[in-house]
């Protein structure tokens, strides 16, 4: 991998063919520095090693993404960490959701927070399935959390979801 710059796996699906498949944020080495804005994929085969046939060092920039999707007149910021895998008629595509509304930080004030989930899918080869749904997105899932401030609680829900079920609706 390259040693240049550092990066975080947030959730490791696994293909039909065993292959572990993820995206990433690629930040510079040392520093603080906010991540690249180009969603990366990463591939490593059964064994571990890095799966080539994706691209160097197992990885590929997923250029071609909408950063944000409108839904009805709303815009969506688009966020590329994959939930899963879904096998259609088509071909196989990648499944995550997409989210607007509150994400309170630690810092902030106690309160109530709404936040709106959206599934997606894409494939490698053509990018977002923007037949789905509205532009791409599917059916709302909309949660209300009670923030009350305290991270180190171990509350750190604010009405996010984890992964997409089986009627493609974020859980």
Do not use: H
């Amino acid at each position: 991998f390259p040693t240049t710059s550092r990066f975080y796996a947030m959730r490791w699906v696994i293909d039909s063919q065993g292959r572990w498949n993820s995206t990433v944020s690629i930040m510079p080495s040392g520093g603080n520095v906010m991540p690249s804005n180009t969603p990366t994929m990463i591939r490593l085969s059964a064994d571990g090693s890095p799966d080539t046939s994706l691209g160097t060092n197992g990885m590929k920039a997923l250029t071609g993404l909408p950063a944000t999707v409108s839904v009805n007149g709303t815009s969506v910021p688009m966020s590329y960490s994959l939930s899963g895998l879904a096998n259609t008629a088509k071909g196989t595509y990648f499944v995550g959701f997409a989210s607007s509304g509150g994400i309170p930080s630690c810092n902030s004030n106690s309160g109530s927070y709404s936040r709106t989930s959206y599934p997606y899918y894409f494939s490698l080869e053509s990018g977002l399935l923007t037949s789905y749904g509205t532009n791409g997105l599917g059916a709302a899932y909309t949660t209300e959390t009670n923030n009350t401030g305290n991270c180190s609680s171990g509350d750190d829900s604010f009405g996010s979801s984890s992964y997409i079920n089986s009627e493609g609706r974020p859980a």
